[in-house]
């Protein structure tokens, strides 16, 4: 006998039962059945509202508490001279800047930096060989002229400072 023939003789035993057969046959023989049932659908709804309730209160993208966003200004380091020589820049506090100390043989050199106004001043130092020579280091903050120094002679230096403009309004 096959399957189908098997599920169509099961279905034609059940149509020629009695009716209390039929309701008896409807309802599960274990009743366990319904209580696992109700205990998953009862887990599925806890878990859903526990998602919901945690997407509402996280809210995703909105940052409770907003970064201060620190104001940055232009500066302009420039090294002239004769003179094989070595630069160490800084924003102050000897807070060295990336690439800020280097051995400069070929001038003139500049270098251009926008650096956090967080109150510490721009500052370059320049130090020739022994062979001395002549060099001049400046700096410009904004476009504008703020330090100039030289330096001469045998393992000369000159150190270059500027201070921190005030904070412009954001526009």
Known sequence: MTPTEQA?????????????????????ADPMRWVSRALLLGGLVLITVSALVIA?????????????????????YTVTGTANVSVSVSKGGGVTLPGGMLTRSKLPWTKHI????????????????????????????????????VAEGAFGRATCGAETPPATPAA
Do not use: N, W
């Open 56 to 76: 509402l209160v996280s809210r995703p993208g909105q940052k409770e508490t907003k970064e201060a966003k620190i104001p940055t200004y232009d500066v302009t």
């Open 8 to 28: 169509e003789m099961k279905t034609t035993e059940s149509e020629d039962a009695p009716e209390g057969e039929r309701a008896a046959a409807a309802t599960p």
């Open 114 to 149: 926008s650096m956090p106004a967080d109150g510490t001043p721009p500052t370059m130092e320049i130090l020739l060989g022994e062979k001395g020579g002549h060099a001049e280091c400046a700096i410009s903050v904004r476009g504008r002229f703020a330090s100039r120094s």
